[in-house]
């Protein structure tokens, strides 16, 4: 299973970025039956979690930090998931991952997650 991320960069404050993840590999043959998570991790600090979206009903879920300025989203005809940011600030600045989750329910821990992509880079400037 492989999840591959896109779309970091560097961007100023007030800025945006559209983050996708897309899902492939041959265990991963149903897409839709996936809770999709991204989590952040900053230099320092522990992987932290930002946005989830449910498999089925697209119910979503998001940290506190991040509430009205991201938007998760799903296509599940391509196996994407994606993290619109708005108004970035450069407290967001932090390595962005994309997860699988095979759990029923929306979860927003590390350990409900069982597939992580390689991650992608996102710096915001002052």
């Known amino acids: 299973v492989q999840l591959q991320a896109s779309g970091g960069g560097l961007v100023q404050a007030g800025g945006s970025l559209r983050l996708s993840c897309v899902a492939s590999g041959r265990t991963f043959s149903t897409f839709s039956t996936y809770g999709m998570g991204w989590f952040r991790q900053a230099p320092g600090k522990e992987r932290e979690f930002v946005a989830t979206?449910?498999?089925?009903?697209?119910?979503?879920y998001y940290a506190d930090a991040v509430k009205g300025r991201f938007t998760i989203s799903r296509d599940n005809a391509k196996n994407a998931v994606y993290l619109e940011m708005i108004s970035l600030k450069p407290a967001d600045t932090a390595v962005y991952y994309c997860a699988a989750s095979a759990t029923t329910f929306i979860s927003a821990a590390r350990s409900d997650y069982n597939f992580w992509g390689q991650g992608t880079q996102v710096t915001v400037s002052s």
């Open positions: 979206i449910r498999r089925v009903g697209g119910s979503t």
